[in-house]
């Protein structure tokens, strides 16, 4: 089956700890997204990647950082500089960038820390 | 990016039709319009998009209005498996790397 995985599910993180959030895709797209919500809130994106080995800032990049050494494999390390890391992270893909292509989004992986 | 405005919910009686309403009357010629939902604690789904004429699909139906500056979001017959958020979203051609979800509409599907 074709889609997009994250793991792990659940992260508990101490305070003042690096954890990298995992997201694998099989759909073959170029472009692969990290974004993050908060309870009650829409999206807010913290990176994108439209071509391997290629990544921009979102709107929320500060301490977090991202690498795309593979088109199917693009993790998110939260660090311990990012303030408030509890949250919701969302994983996406999609064909290529731009508003042509939809995105289609992992289960999702929620963070809390200690 | 342009704005969208939705009802904050709506609720529909199972196999019953819905219509999602959604305005944008600040959309640029280059804006797709797209929508997603999402359950509890799962990751948006991709629903369905278009440009300027109105599209089908397995899941859902897009109405755009003549002028561009609203559309509406129709789910032929409302199962429970539709209560979720519903977010109108708009895209532009070139430059729409994000999704900027707004409040969205709660839509309730009642037995």
């Known amino acids: 089956d074709g889609g997009i995985t994250q793991s792990p599910k659940y992260l508990f993180r101490k305070e003042g700890q690096n954890v990298t959030l995992s997201c694998e895709q099989n759909?073959?797209?170029?472009?692969m997204y990290w974004y993050r919500q908060d309870p009650g809130q829409g999206l807010r994106l913290i990176y994108y990647?439209?071509?391997?080995?290629?990544?921009q800032k979102g709107d929320i990049a500060e301490g977090y950082s991202v690498s795309r050494e593979k088109k199917e494999s693009f993790p998110l390390t939260v660090t311990s500089a990012q303030k408030n890391p509890t949250a919701f992270y969302l994983c996406?893909?999609?064909?290529?960038?731009?508003?042509?292509?939809?995105?289609?989004f992992g289960p999702g992986t929620r963070l809390t820390v200690l | 990016d342009a704005k969208t405005t939705q009802p904050n919910s709506m609720e529909s009686n199972e196999e019953e039709p819905v219509h999602l309403p959604c305005n944008h009357s600040t959309i640029s010629g280059t804006d797709y319009i797209h929508w997603y939902r999402q359950l509890p604690s799962q990751g948006p789904e991709y629903v369905i998009h278009?440009?300027?004429s109105n599209v089908n699909n397995r899941m859902a139906s897009l109405a755009i209005a003549e002028d561009r500056k609203s559309s509406t979001l129709i789910l032929h017959r409302a199962t429970l498996r539709d209560a979720a958020v519903y977010y109108c979203i708009l895209r532009d051609i070139l430059r729409g790397n994000k999704l900027t979800f707004g409040g969205g509409t709660r839509v309730l599907v009642k037995p």
């Open positions: 996406a893909s999609s064909l290529g960038g731009g508003g042509r292509n939809e995105q289609f």
């Open positions: 990647s439209q071509i391997v080995n290629d990544f």
């Open positions: 278009g440009l300027t």
């Open positions: 759909l073959n797209h170029d472009a």
